[in-house]
């Protein structure tokens, strides 16, 4: 069984940061490509940022220059960090692997971002 667990939301002003915490299950972060994507209220859920197995990262361009995906191998952990946020930031996170398998996302991380 694979299970995401994701960690490290909270409530923040405008121009704060974050880091928000993917620990994996039942599959290895090391060997998969993996992203974080997150849900807005009344939004589809949407890509935010991917880590190939074998490093390279890629942003949406809502967050680039400012979010940074990374990955902890030994723990099992996909991190994003979050600086400058900004209101339109706000939602749920959830990681998954890069495409996503349906039957992977878990319960996501809130994030709230006031102005």
Same mark, same amino acid.
Not at 37 to 46: D, L
């Given at each position: 069984?694979?299970?995401?667990?994701?960690?490290?939301?909270?409530?923040?002003?405008? $121009?704060?940061?974050?880091?928000?915490?993917?620990?994996?299950? $039942?599959?290895?972060?090391?060997?998969?490509?993996?992203?974080?994507?997150?849900?807005?209220?009344?939004?589809?859920?949407?890509?935010?940022?991917?880590?190939?197995?074998?490093?390279?990262?890629?942003?949406?361009?809502? %967050?680039?220059?400012?979010?940074?995906?990374?990955?902890?191998?030994?723990?099992?952990?996909?991190?994003?960090?979050?600086?400058?946020?900004?209101?339109?930031?706000?939602? %749920?996170?959830?990681?998954?692997?890069?495409?996503?398998?349906?039957?992977?996302?878990?319960?996501?991380?809130? %994030?709230?971002?006031?102005?």
């Amino acid at each position: 069984q694979v299970q995401l667990v994701e960690s490290g939301g909270g409530l923040v002003q405008a $121009g704060g940061s974050l880091r928000l915490s993917c620990v994996a299950s $039942g599959i290895s972060v090391s060997v998969r490509n993996m992203g974080w994507y997150r849900q807005a209220p009344g939004k589809q859920r949407e890509f935010v940022a991917r880590i190939t197995l074998g490093g390279d990262t890629n942003y949406a361009d809502s %967050v680039k220059g400012r979010f940074t995906i990374s990955r902890d191998n030994a723990k099992n952990t996909l991190y994003l960090q979050m600086n400058s946020l900004k209101p339109e930031d706000t939602a %749920v996170y959830y990681c998954n692997t890069y495409p996503s398998w349906k039957s992977y996302w878990g319960q996501g991380t809130q %994030v709230t971002v006031s102005s």
